[in-house]
């Protein structure tokens, strides 16, 4: 009934039969988890979805082996069912892909539509992004496949379709999804609770507004909101919804007073945003973001004291600049920029390494264009005074939770976190340059079986250009010859991992990086180690990947966990 594919070096993809034993299986995990003396107990991240749940640990604590030992003897039965929730979510169906999908399911656009709205879908899991709800059940005409390439943006409030399943993206991202039309509904905020307002088994329908079709077969509309705690229009009453627009009036924001210490951000460069060590798991669909380099975020926090995975600034493509207000002990690493101190008379100071420096009041702080490298952390002794969102500091790019990206004139306050003596200065560490070829190692799987054997090969052998288009979301990759699959089915939604190499139709890799979605429904042919995975988000534009291949690490323990893995 379950089949163990390898996703990296620390988790699991489980094939399951149906969406019913995927989230049978992901209440018999949660469950088990609580068992004292239970192996689970070590698993991180655990994402249920379309037949698949996909499942992280910790090698180090459990061999995979016991892992998939354990897993194999939970009972999967299916759970009793809570009762079902009505929501009601109103669409104005204008999207862009209404026409291709009309013709490529045969009927005409006034019918998409119609069968769209007039079937209930059944939420099913969470995943892709927060708040973002896999609705299945629909009208049976809907089986249609992703787009070629995902587009980089898609508005906020798009409905979609990709195979059997609908949903709403809750927020600006990039996706792959059919577009069929737009809603203002708010599906996710994190001052609610619960944040998704779509939730597992709640029943969804949408209803056409201010559309170009009359709908003459559909129900009456006040017949499909009545009664079983629709919550119809606006999607959420008045008094459970709150100010959807985000206030930048946050606590890392102040008066600018002279009691205040901390720095004023004159530029923050290409992209400046907070990050810490990530969130920890999370059922909501929240992926666990974080310092793209999390070595570096640490070297920056240990040579200032601080706690290491304490939030600092990401700095990315270097070009910033920043001024004192009181005196402040700050550090820049990771990438190699040029640093200079301008003091408050116009002289100049450079900084040739990663160490802790003390910047006097009215002093500014300069980062020029990165040597090597792509991606800096300014950390600030005793951290600095930032709200956490869904128990973190870091900006989750593609979701939009955590602290906005700072803007140009804004405060950053000191915080009042506790800080041991400054570490020993270290060099720049040697990182990747635009031109430079950098080889990264990967775990085969969990959908390499899709692609043909040469395209296997092809991954390994082609040198990968690093595109422009990349950003913490994922890198996306360019070469001379596209992969090719052998599996030409479109492959059900299911759970990725930091580091997973996802392939879209065009051929063209995807490397998701810390803000990457929590489900994809693209095959991903391999995953980075964790060591490679840091490196790749040093990668500039410009620069060349070669994949090698790497072998889980095994214990005694594990035997012949990798057949297991792949035939069990």
């Known amino acids: 009934m379950m089949n163990f594919l390898p996703a990296g070096e620390d988790g699991l993809l489980i094939d399951v039969p149906d969406l019913q034993t995927a989230m049978a299986l992901h209440a018999a995990i949660a469950e088990d988890r609580e068992r004292p003396g239970s192996v689970l107990r070590f698993l991180g991240r655990v994402v249920p979805a379309a037949h698949t ?38 669409v104005i169906y204008n999207g862009e892909d209404l026409p291709a999908v009309a ?19 059944t939420a099913g899991f969470v995943g892709f992004a927060p708040g973002f709800t896999y609705l299945s059940g629909g009208d049976p005409l809907f089986d249609v496949p992703r787009r070629p390439t995902p587009r980089v943006v898609v508005p906020a409030g798009s409905v979609g379709l990709a195979g059997t399943f609908s949903g709403v993206y809750p ?16 599906v996710w905020d994190e001052r609610r609770n619960p944040p998704a307002a779509i939730r597992p088994g709640d029943v969804v329908r949408f209803r056409p507004v201010r559309e170009r079709y009359a709908l003459a077969s559909l ?22 919804r709150g100010d959807s627009r985000r206030s930048r009036e946050t606590p890392r924001h102040t008066d600018g007073g002279p009691r205040v210490t901390g720095i004023r951000v004159d530029s923050p460069g290409m ?93 500014s702080v300069e980062l020029g264009s990165p040597r090597t490298g792509w991606r800096d952390y300014i950390a600030m002794q005793g951290g600095f005074d930032v709200r956490p969102v869904l128990g973190s ?15 140009p004139g804004d405060f950053l306050a000191c915080g009042l976190h506790g800080f041991s003596v400054v570490g020993e200065p270290s060099p720049w560490p040697d990182l990747p340059r635009k031109g430079d070829t950098t080889e990264l190692e990967v775990v085969v ?46 492959l059900a939604s299911e759970g990725t991992v930091c580091g997973a190499i996802e392939i879209p139709s065009d051929g063209q890799p995807v490397l998701f990086l810390r803000d990457q979605p929590v489900t994809g429904g693209y095959p991903v042919a391999a995953v980075l180690t964790p060591r490679s995975l840091q490196l790749a988000g040093q990668l500039p534009a410009g620069a060349r990947i070669r994949f090698t291949r790497h072998t889980p690490r095994r214990t005694s323990m594990d035997n012949n966990s990798q057949g297991a893995v792949r035939h069990a």
């Open 103 to 121: 013709r490529l399911l045969g009927v005409s656009e006034q019918e998409i539509v119609e069968r769209h709205a007039r079937h209930p879908w």
């Open 445 to 490: 799987g969990p959908r390499d079986d899709w692609f043909t054997p040469g395209s296997m090969h092809l991954l390994f052998a082609q040198t990968w250009l690093v595109t422009a288009r990349s950003n913490r979301v994922g890198v996306r990759l360019e070469g001379d010859c596209a992969m090719q699959r052998c599996v030409t089915r479109e």
């Open 219 to 240: 129900d009456d509309r006040e017949e499909c909101s009545g009664g079983k705690d629709t919550r119809g229009g606006g999607f959420l009453p008045e008094a459970d």
């Open 53 to 90: 749940v996909l499942v992280q640990f910790d090698s180090a604590l459990a061999p995979r082996s016991r892992i998939i030992e354990a897993l194999r003897l939970l009972d999967v039965r299916p759970r009793g069912e809570r009762a079902a929730r009505e929501v009601t979510i109103d």
């Open 393 to 407: 500091a870091s900006r989750d790019t593609m979701s939009g939770i955590g602290p906005d990206p700072v803007l």
């Open 171 to 186: 927020r600006e991202s990039s996706g792959g999804w059919q577009l069929l039309g737009v809603t203002t509904a708010p």
């Open 271 to 363: 992209l400046a945003v907070f990050e810490d060590g990530g969130r920890s798991a999370s059922d909501m669909g929240v992926t666990g973001s974080g310092a793209v380099d999390r070595p570096a975020l640490r070297r920056a926090n240990r040579l200032v004291g601080n706690e290491r995975n304490l939030a600092a600034l990401e700095v990315t493509g270097g070009n910033m600049r920043f001024t004192a207000q009181g005196e402040v002990v700050v550090c820049v690493a990771g990438a190699n920029v040029p640093i200079s101190i301008v003091a408050t008379d116009g002289s100049r100071s450079r900084i040739e390494d990663e160490r802790a420096v003390i910047v006097c009041d009215g002093e």
